[in-house]
């Protein structure tokens, strides 16, 4: 599934396309797309809209238009957008096609059609995403400390937790396991046990999984691919996901798979160590006691 770069990736390369134009034309032909509502009205409302803004929160692709109604779309596994000029090739996947302004055609793509189209009014963007969406890891106001009170008495394991898009935006399996390795954090470790100095790696090892991705354009295992039909590099670069057996980059054992909340996981027995010193359990039962102190500010210069 694309997670936070891939999606990123997608919305830097279309935003430039995308914005100033108009949706001229609307083909939906898949009702799933866009349920419960109908295709044809989806398609119908959506013309003549003139696009203001590509934008991206978590692994939502978001088309604003100049009328203040929103295109929220989200890819699932595996939905892709292609921009082409000229009559784009016929595809037994498509699932839309939208003729811009310009000529041009944007076309989206979706083998396992779990994709969604949300076409949404003026004011309705921000509710939708609130409820469902964390703070972006980029984001100024996600700190380490911010990090711990999320993960503050939860005692599911801390994979769980990540996957979880409320606890921080955009990271799926793939991005959580490389930024578990990079903490040295054991992926079956309750959330709510780790200390000060390991919520200070795992922030770190956020950005900088997300940041991998980003620089490689994404990864590209199955029907990810960028706008133009390119694709990412990131999966020639995982330090874990994919490859049990493997040597760590760290330490050089063997790299183990295990499963957690039902998806493959995959990190290092050694470097990553299951059990939490006793000190360090008890400084996390510490941390997520206080978690709720008002004064953000204040645990912000303690981290
Ligand atoms: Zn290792």
Excluded at 125 to 135: I, N, S, T
Excluded at 281 to 299: D, E, L, V
């Amino acid at each position: 599934m694309p997670e936070l770069p891939e999606v990123e990736t997608v919305r830097a390369r279309l935003a430039p396309l995308l914005t100033g134009r108009r949706f001229e034309r609307v083909e939906i032909t898949d009702p799933r797309l866009v349920r419960p509502f109908e295709p044809a009205e989806v398609a119908a409302e959506l013309e003549g809209e003139r696009v203001a803004a590509v934008d991206r929160r978590g692994k939502y692709l978001i088309v604003r238009f100049e009328s203040g109604r929103a295109l929220l779309v989200h890819l699932r596994m595996t939905g892709s957008l292609r921009h082409t000029s000229g009559e784009p090739a016929g595809d037994p996947h498509r699932r839309a096609l939208v003729r811009l302004d310009d000529g041009s055609d944007l076309a989206y793509r979706d083998v396992r059609r779990f994709g969604t189209w949300l076409l949404l009014e003026p004011g309705e963007l921000e509710p939708y995403l609130g409820a469902r969406v964390g703070e972006e890891p980029f984001d100024a106001l996600f700190t380490a400390a911010r990090l711990g009170e999320r993960l503050a008495r939860r005692r599911a394991p801390i994979k769980t937790a990540l996957l979880d898009q409320r606890t921080l935006a955009g990271l799926g399996n793939i991005y959580v396991d490389e930024a578990l390795w990079r903490a040295r954090i054991h992926p079956l470790r309750p959330a709510e046990s780790l200390d000060r100095t390991e919520l200070r790696r795992l922030h770190k090892a956020v950005r900088a999984a997300l940041e991998a991705g980003l620089a490689r354009q994404g990864s590209t295992l199955r029907d990810y691919a960028l706008p133009d039909g390119g694709s990412g590099s990131m999966q020639d670069e995982f330090k874990v996901y994919g490859r049990e057996g493997e040597p760590c980059d760290r330490c050089g054992a063997a790299l183990a798979k295990t499963r957690v909340a039902g998806r493959g996981t995959w990190f290092c027995s050694s470097c990553q160590p299951a059990q939490a010193s006793a000190a360090a359990a008890r400084s996390g039962q510490a941390a997520s006691t206080s978690s709720r102190a008002p004064s953000r500010s204040r645990r912000q210069s303690s981290v």
